[in-house]
């Protein structure tokens, strides 16, 4: 089994900064790619980013250009830096690690919330 534990959330006005930050533990051997994926009230959960064990990345288009990925291999920790976050940025972020096996589902953590103020 992955356990992922994320850290960071918080509230921020529009235009600030927030980092994320999700440490995985447990049988991390089995994690290939990595990501953050969001929740708002109402919506489905979707993909912000999403970083490969050997750095390839891949973004939403609306995040594109104002959050980044970054993954430590040694640390298993994979980060999200958000900046020029805005109010439909609001969500629950999670953390989500995917088996090298495709028949594994994947892992999630439980989530941080994210509050941005207009």
């Known amino acids: 089994q992955v356990q992922l534990v994320e850290s960071g959330g918080g509230l921020v006005q529009a235009g600030g900064s927030l980092r994320l930050s999700c440490a995985a533990s447990?049988?991390?051997?089995?994690?290939?790619?990595m990501g953050w994926y969001r929740q708002a009230p109402g919506k489905q959960r979707e993909l912000v980013a999403r970083?490969?064990?050997?750095?390839?990345?891949n973004y939403a288009d609306s995040v594109k250009g104002r959050f980044a990925i970054s993954r430590d291999n040694a640390e298993n920790t994979v980060y999200l830096q958000m900046n020029s976050l805005k109010p439909v940025d609001t969500a629950v972020y999670y953390c989500?690690?995917?088996?090298?096996?495709?028949?594994?589902?994947?892992?999630w953590g439980r989530g941080t919330q994210v509050t941005v103020s207009s």
């Open positions: 447990g049988s991390i051997f089995r994690i290939n790619a």
């Open positions: 970083i490969t064990k050997g750095g390839a990345t």
């Open positions: 989500n690690a995917e088996s090298f096996d495709p028949l594994v589902a994947p892992y």
